[in-house]
């Protein structure tokens, strides 16, 4: 009989630290989703291509023919924009892309779309981005992504006149923080 009162004694002191436990982590999620987003920090540049970098020398050619290059884009702004076929959350970035370029006012020959067709699906990107980018099939392994430094993809990086990078981001949408000193 002792070690049944004992088995229950030591049941409920467990049961007691565990709701304890509970309550203190739904405290502390109630009090995170009452902090302010608006005034939240900025998402920080990618690190391998921080703001102020700028851009790498690279050549490619796009799906047109057009010979690519990052000094035929200086003096201007410009958007480049790493892809790959096999990569989960590229294409959910395709129409955001688009619809960023348009915004800003930049012109298709501005917006530079480095494709890696890893799956063999290259039609279902260059669907969307052509017309409104300059399309060059080239994986992040090739001259461009090597010259950027990049390590994964998406990868966008937003530059300004002066060929240097105003912000770089792995989502569309966080790249509307350079806008604000263009």
Do not use: W
Not at 20 to 26: D, P
Not at 81 to 104: H, M, N, Y
Not at 122 to 129: E, H, N
Request: glycine fraction near 10%; include cysteine; proline fraction near 4%.
């Amino acid at each position: 009989m002792a070690i049944l009162i004992a088995a229950v004694v030591l049941l409920t002191a467990l049961t007691l630290f565990n709701l304890m436990l509970t309550l203190a982590v739904v405290r502390r999620l109630r009090q995170s989703e009452g902090s302010p987003r608006a005034g939240a920090t900025p998402p920080a540049d990618l690190a391998d291509i921080p703001a102020g970098m700028e851009i790498p020398d690279f050549s490619g050619v796009s799906t047109t023919g057009e010979a690519v290059t990052s000094a035929g884009l200086r003096g201007r702004m410009a958007l480049y924009a790493f892809f790959d076929t096999g990569c989960g959350s590229c294409k959910e970035q395709l129409r955001p892309l688009v619809d960023f370029a348009r915004e800003v006012g930049l012109p298709r020959e501005q917006v530079i779309a480095f494709v890696g067709d890893s799956r063999g699906e290259a039609d279902a990107y260059t669907s969307v981005l052509e017309g409104h980018t300059t399309v060059v099939m080239q994986t992040i392994h090739h001259e461009a992504g090597q010259a950027f430094s990049l390590t994964g993809i998406p990868a966008f990086v937003f530059a300004d006149a002066s060929g240097r990078v105003a912000r770089s981001a792995v989502a569309v949408e966080d790249l509307r923080a350079a806008l604000v000193g263009v």
